[in-house]
Each structure stands twice: as C-alpha cells, then as structure tokens.
C-alpha cells in the first residue's frame, strides 16, 4: 500500500522560503512520476510541479522561477523548495504519486495528507 507523508508547512512572511519533503513508501519510488498540488480556501485543488522517473521537470505558470522541484530516489522523498513565496500561495499542498513515470495529475490515486503553507502579508 502507497503512503505519502508530507512535512515543512509553516507560517512565514512575504518574500521568505519553506522547503516542503514528501517520503514515500510502498511501491518502487524511482519508477513513478511525483508532484505537488495546493488547494486554498473556496478552491479547486491545482497542480504545482511535478518530475518524472527521469527527473524532468515541469511547473505551473504561477511558481516558474520561484519554485523548484526536486526527487532524492535513495529516500524515497520529493522536496518542493518554495522561494519569493507570495500570499497567493497560501494552500494546503499535497504531494501525489503518478500513474507511470511521466503522468501524475489531480486523478492521482495516491496523496499524502497535505501540509498547510501560509504566507503573511
């Protein structure tokens, strides 16, 4: 059975950083794509990032040159390192593994529980 576990949530001010990890275990973790959603308060959940098996990488226009996904294969964990983070990106944000090692969307079948960012003004 898959389980996602995420960690790094915070509160922190405009213009700081938080580094988000998500440990995976259950199936062979080097094989499957990863990604990052959020969903914020009165709102679809929507994707952030994601990497393949591969470890190409893709972003929301919205988190382009601020984020950075990242996959450590050998602990089973993908970071999301979050930087000029804005109060936009106030969110729950929720790690999922894909279905192959390319595709993982919000039909994923596995999440993790999510971890609450908040951003200050």
Do not use: H
């Not at 389980?3 to 973790?29: I, M, P, Y």
């Amino acid at each position: 059975q898959v389980q996602l576990v995420e960690s790094g949530g915070g509160l922190v001010e405009a213009g700081g950083s938080l580094r988000l990890a998500c440990a995976a275990s259950g199936r062979t973790f080097s094989s499957y794509a990863m990604g990052w959603f959020r969903q914020a308060p009165g709102k679809e959940r929507e994707f952030v990032a994601r990497i393949t098996s591969g470890s190409s990488t893709y972003y929301a226009d919205s988190v382009k040159g601020r984020f950075t996904i990242s996959r450590d294969n050998a602990k089973n964990t993908v970071y999301l390192q979050m930087n000029r983070l804005k109060p936009e990106d106030t969110a729950v944000y929720y790690c999922a593994q894909g279905v192959n090692q390319i595709v993982v969307t919000t039909a994923a079948s596995y999440w993790g529980q999510g971890t609450q960012v908040t951003v200050s003004s």
